[in-house]
């Protein structure tokens, strides 16, 4: 008999047909609602927590974390369609446990609502196993430990089909095969096999980055692609992010009694065009948070180009009390108790670390006064929530000597408070900071003025004290143009050259009505120039900088370049016209120079604030000592 069946679309989820009794009229049936079966409600839950292969290989290997294995392996084929398996080697499940596990809303993980605010694990829905029962087929093979015999089962759409004793080491293998096998809809709607895999090793990295103690392993169509040996926060990195960010790396690291921050930001230098490795974890769960990423890219102001993002890998360990975690089915996103404390610890902590590595200029730890008196901040430090952190698994990686961090100097043993955090380091940072410049005047190079040699017409060797430097001519005078610039946009206002005879300038409307905003603060830096009306203007002086007859030519450029610097919201219109002028007004590469200029433009690259970085982060000059060069030679 054909039964009536409907179809109902579910977001996310794709088409499902629901079979409800035959229709009849009202007067016959009162009651027209029914209770889902499981399986159809199993599957629409899946809709959320499985969406795709990924999904799937994330909640197994966030299992095989929870359960405290050491070792995990991953084996997918097809990109995941066609077989995930995990294989750990945990605690295992009793029989009755492994039937259990299928159930919705079943977990070992959490037994009241309390616990909600105090989650060690990765998993406490118990949602991930039912969705994954729903949508595929499933095998599993577990031990306890204690128990001589595992137990095998396999379900199929959320019923199961056989269960039975089984020999099997200790541990866990899960496999699902032919995932949305039963929801066609879902199944057509995965992506290209290359873009699934792309997502899996994602997810693989992601988890594999948080637990750099336990071995990992991802086999893909029978070969072997990731061969992860446990070890540090360090080898991780390198073993995921490739050998090349090994010395790429500066350490960071901050303890309070409210958070802990660890892990690594890379230099300046290894910024990148695409916002590539970047990740937060938060009590060892990755996250996505624009606003945190905003804290990071603060903290690197203005060492790095303004389009290019900086790579880091950041822990942050706090009291489950303190977050929501329970936001989002795939728990990627979090909610602070106070995101203002979060951020500024973060950007202070990346700031610390990048000053200590003397990759920042200068320090600025000025903490906005309302976070260091809000609640959270001023909180009396409490041993459980010591207890609490210190027994968290990223705490004990960290702490573990050499691996996750490298600043010794700064190592205290205690959890420091964190208002007395941020108060002892604006004192520790004015001293630093003295400290840090005295250290830049010893340890920037003592030139000779003897002689200076042009390479290319573009790099300046120039002998020190204890070896040489090489300078990049047109880099080292962005530079020092734009610490001069930036003290007469600040009020030391610039001299002026007059032009013997006024040039006139006729731009676009749209272009005309840019340079007129912009004359006052073009004033500042030296240039005289008076609207005439109709889009025109007249040149009256420029800075001494610039070439007579250039004067034209210097002011369009400098419009088109602010242009595009203008989507910017970042930068003020002076900081973005000081940028601007620097850049164009720099002595260029191929421009030959007399011993002289290049002795004048040395001499003024070692008094500014920064001379090792252009404002937007490349280096100005590379230094090579003695002792290095005598290494190099194997003296
Ligand atoms: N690999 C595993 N080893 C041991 N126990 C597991 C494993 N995977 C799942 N379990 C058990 O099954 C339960 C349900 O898993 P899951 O559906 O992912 O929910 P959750 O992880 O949210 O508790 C877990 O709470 C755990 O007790
Ligand atoms: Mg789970």
């Excluded at 995930?84 to 037994?111: L, P, W, Y």
């Excluded at 822990?315 to 996103?333: A, R």
């Amino acid at each position: 008999m054909r039964r009536n069946g409907s179809l109902i679309c579910i977001p996310k989820f794709g088409p499902i047909v629901l079979f409800l009794p035959p229709y009849k009229k009202d007067s016959e049936v009162a009651d027209i609602i029914q209770l889902l079966p499981d399986n159809i409600a199993n599957q629409i839950a899946a809709g959320e927590v499985i969406q795709r292969p990924a999904s799937a290989v994330k909640e197994l290997l966030e299992n095989a974390v929870d359960a405290g294995a050491t070792e995990i392996k991953l084996i997918v084929t097809d990109a995941g369609k066609n077989l995930i398996q995990v294989i750990d080697n945990g605690k295992g499940m009793s029989e009755t446990d492994a039937r259990m596990a299928f159930e919705r809303h079943a977990t070992s993980k959490i037994r009241e609502i309390e616990d909600l605010f105090h989650i060690k694990t990765m998993g406490f829905r118990g949602e991930a196993l039912a969705s994954i029962a729903a949508v595929a087929q499933v095998e599993m093979k577990s031990r306890k430990a204690d128990d001589e015999l595992g137990t095998f089962i396999e379900i199929e759409n959320s019923a199961v089909l056989k269960q039975e004793a089984c020999a099997f080491s200790v541990g866990t293998s899960i496999s699902m095969k032919n995932l949305f096998f039963n929801v066609p809809a879902r199944r057509n709607f995965l992506k290209s096999n290359a873009a699934e895999m792309r997502h899996i090793i994602d997810e693989f990295i992601r988890v594999a980055m948080a637990f750099p103690q336990i071995f990992f392993s991802l086999t893909s169509n029978g070969q072997e692609i990731f061969h992860l040996e446990a070890g540090s926060l360090k080898q991780r990195i390198t073993q995921l992010l490739g050998n090349s960010y090994n010395a790429k790396m500066v350490s960071v690291k901050e303890e309070t009694d409210y958070m802990n921050i660890y892990g690594f930001v890379g230099k300046p230098e290894t910024a990148k065009k695409t916002r590539g490795d970047q990740y937060f974890f938060v009590n060892s769960r990755f996250i996505k948070s624009a606003y945190l990423n905003h804290a990071v890219n603060s903290a690197f102001d203005n060492m790095i180009a303004k389009d290019s993002f900086p790579s880091y890998v950041l822990f942050i360990d706090l009291d489950p009390m303190h977050l929501d975690i329970n936001v989002h089915p795939t728990k990627q996103e979090i909610k602070f108790e106070d995101e203002k404390i979060v951020y500024a610890f973060v950007q202070a902590a990346v700031k610390h670390a990048l000053a200590q590595f003397s990759i920042a200029p200068s320090l600025d730890f000025t903490l906005n006064a309302d976070i260091q008196n809000l609640d959270a901040v001023s909180k009396p430090f409490s041993s459980e929530n010591k207890e609490a952190a210190s027994s968290s698994n990223l705490y004990k990686t960290f702490t573990q000597k050499n691996q996750a961090h490298a600043i010794d100097a700064t190592d205290k043993n205690e959890l420091k408070h964190w208002k007395s955090f941020f108060e002892s380091e604006k004192l520790e940072v004015k001293s630093e900071k003295l400290e840090f410049e005295q250290k830049a005047i010893n340890s920037q190079p003592t030139i000779h003025t003897s002689q200076f040699i042009q390479l290319h017409n573009t790099y300046i060797i120039a002998s020190t004290n204890n070896g040489f430097v090489l300078v990049h001519q047109q880099l080292a005078h962005e530079r020092v143009l734009y610490d001069r610039y930036s003290v007469a946009a600040h009020g030391k206002q610039m001299a002026t050259q007059k032009n013997l005879f006024p040039v006139t300038l006729e731009l676009a409307t749209a272009d005309a009505m840019l340079l007129e905003d912009l004359l006052p603060d073009l004033a500042t830096i030296g240039y005289e120039v008076e609207p005439f009306g109709n889009n025109t203007f007249v040149i009256q002086g420029t800075p001494a900088d610039v070439l007579q007859g250039n004067e034209k030519h210097s002011i369009e450029l400098l419009i088109e370049q602010f242009k595009h610097f203008s989507s910017d919201i970042k930068f003020s219109k002076r900081e973005k016209l000081v940028r601007c002028m620097s850049r164009q007004h720099a002595i260029k590469a191929g421009q030959s120079l007399t011993q002289k200029e290049m002795m004048a433009l040395v001499e003024e690259l070692f008094e500014c604030s920064t001379p090792n970085i252009t404002p937007t982060g490349s280096p100005t000059y590379l230094e090579f000592k003695e002792d290095y060069l005598d290494k190099m030679f194997g003296r």
